[in-house]
């Protein structure tokens, strides 16, 4: 895969050289760049934003910068024309507040494309005929992390690289930990514990500790459901009754949690 990634403070990325992720690199699965945008001012002041028609708080960002760095990335962000499809199998992802939530799912959806273009809006966010012309060109989305306003879409975007590398053939060292972590299946993680067996009088459960493999997964699979049901409730709302088996249902509605459609459990 290929990343890029457009953004009035390149610094920002720095992280994107350590960890798995510096390794995902180093080991040839991931290529990044990370482009200041005003490389594509024409200006003395490199000016990347004015003030917004119709009025109000705020600046926005110019449109010509940022279909100036689009086209660029585009035709040939590894020195090479775009070939094939429109867009030459890109992706335009924008960081904003009013994007549709970033999840597991979209996360796996972009570590399908081939390449990816970040966008990093400041400020009021980018013009809105910046993303209406490059959707004319390759898919676009808009994406939030979650109800709440950050300075820009950077740290955003970080987020998001780091989300969608680790989900990349040959990333990580034990793909097992896929399956098994938070939202793999629409629920969350059960606690986990390593030694010592006992640490300022607080004991690992004994049955971690009894080596009989059934009983441990169920009790992981008890400690999800109880957890979701508890801290996100919206999730275990969504969940396919079909996942679900009739000891999960007698486990939740013990517990005072009534599931949709607990009458097609397994
Ligand atoms: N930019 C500013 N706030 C954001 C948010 N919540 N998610 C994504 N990008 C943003």
């Known amino acids: 895969m290929r990343i890029d990634v457009v953004t009035i403070f390149p610094e920002y990325f720095g992280p994107l050289d350590l960890s798995l992720i510096g390794k995902a690199r180093a080991s040839g699965l991931l290529e990044v760049g990370v482009h200041?945008?005003?490389?594509?001012?024409?200006?003395?002041?490199?000016?990347?934003?004015?003030?917004?028609?119709?009025?109000?708080?705020g600046m926005v960002m110019r449109p010509e910068p940022w279909g100036e760095a689009l086209d660029a990335l585009v035709a040939g962000g590894r020195g090479e024309p775009a070939g094939g499809?429109?867009?030459?199998?890109?992706?335009?992802?924008?960081?904003?507040?009013?994007?549709?939530?970033?999840?597991?799912?979209?996360?796996?959806?972009?570590?399908?494309?081939?390449?990816?273009?970040?966008?990093?809006?400041?400020?009021?966010?980018?013009?809105?005929?910046?993303?209406?012309h490059a959707a004319t060109r390759m898919p676009v989305t808009e994406v939030s992390l979650g109800d709440y306003v950050l300075f820009g879409g950077e740290v955003a975007v970080l987020v998001m690289c780091e989300a969608i590398v680790r989900l990349l053939p040959g990333v990580l060292g034990n793909a097992d930990s896929l399956a098994e972590e938070s939202h793999a299946h629409g629920v969350l993680e059960s606690p986990v514990y390593t030694k010592p067996p006992e640490w300022r009088g607080h004991p690992v459960p004994e049955i971690l500790r009894s080596g009989d493999h059934g009983r441990i997964a169920r009790w992981r699979r008890d400690q999800a459901l109880l957890r979701t049901a508890?801290?996100?409730?919206?999730?275990?709302?969504?969940?396919?009754?079909?996942?679900?088996?009739?000891?999960?249902?007698?486990?939740?509605?013990?517990?005072?949690?009534q599931v949709r459609g607990a009458d097609m459990a397994k």
Do not use: N
């Open 36 to 57: 200041d945008l005003r490389t594509w001012t024409h200006d003395v002041h490199r000016t990347v934003d004015d003030s917004p028609y119709g009025g109000g708080p």
């Open 85 to 132: 499809a429109p867009g030459g199998g890109v992706r335009l992802v924008v960081p904003t507040p009013a994007g549709e939530v970033f999840t597991q799912a979209m996360a796996h959806d972009l570590a399908a494309e081939q390449r990816l273009i970040f966008a990093c809006g400041r400020y009021e966010g980018i013009d809105q005929r910046v993303l209406d």
């Open 230 to 257: 508890r801290r996100r409730p919206d999730l275990l709302a969504a969940l396919d009754p079909g996942t679900l088996d009739k000891r999960d249902v007698a486990l939740l509605s013990g517990a005072g949690f």
